[in-house]
C-alpha cells in the first residue's frame, strides 16, 4: 500500500489537512482507499465534511484502546459528517463502490458514518455507535 503524496490528485473534493491527525499532525492516507473515496465523492455529487481521517497511535483515541489501535492508524478510513437522506445515500454508495467496513452514528448532534476498507480489522463488518 502507498501513502498519498500527491494531494493534487484530490483537489478540490479533498486536501490533506482535512485527513490529518488532530494530535501529532501526520497525515498517513492510503491511495487505494483514497482512490475510491475520490469515485464516491464524485458520484455523491456533494460536499463530504471529513471529521476524522489518519489517527496517529498516539492519539487520545487510539491509544486508549485496550487491545489494538483502530482502523484510523491504518489510512484506511474516514469519518464523514453527514445525517438524514444525504446518509442513506452515501452509504448506498459507498456499498456499491466496495467499502467494506461502515460505521454509523445517526443520533442526536455530532451524526456521522465511518467508512473503511482495513483489511487488518474484521472484514466485512457494520456496527452503530
Known amino acids: 500500500m502507498a501513502i498519498v503524496t500527491d494531494w493534487l490528485k484530490y483537489y478540490p473534493q479533498f486536501a490533506e489537512r482535512e485527513f490529518q491527525c488532530k494530535h501529532t499532525g501526520l497525515c498517513r492516507m ?4 483514497m482512490d475510491k473515496l475520490l469515485a464516491i465523492r464524485l458520484e455523491f455529487g456533494k460536499s ?3 471529521s476524522s481521517g489518519y489517527r496517529h ?9 485496550d487491545s ?12 464523514v459528517a453527514v445525517q438524514g437522506g444525504d446518509a442513506l445515500r452515501l452509504l448506498d454508495i459507498a456499498l456499491q463502490h466496495g467499502i467494506t467496513r461502515i460505521g454509523i452514528q445517526q443520533k442526536s448532534t455530532g451524526r456521522f458514518i465511518h467508512l473503511g476498507m482495513s483489511t487488518k480489522h474484521a472484514n466485512p463488518a457494520i456496527w452503530s455507535y
Open 57 to 65: 497511535p498516539t492519539h487520545p483515541t487510539e491509544a486508549k484502546k
Open 48 to 50: 463530504m465534511k471529513i
Open 30 to 33: 492510503q491511495e487505494e482507499f
Open 68 to 79: 489494538s489501535t483502530g482502523e484510523h492508524t491504518t489510512g484506511m478510513c474516514c469519518d
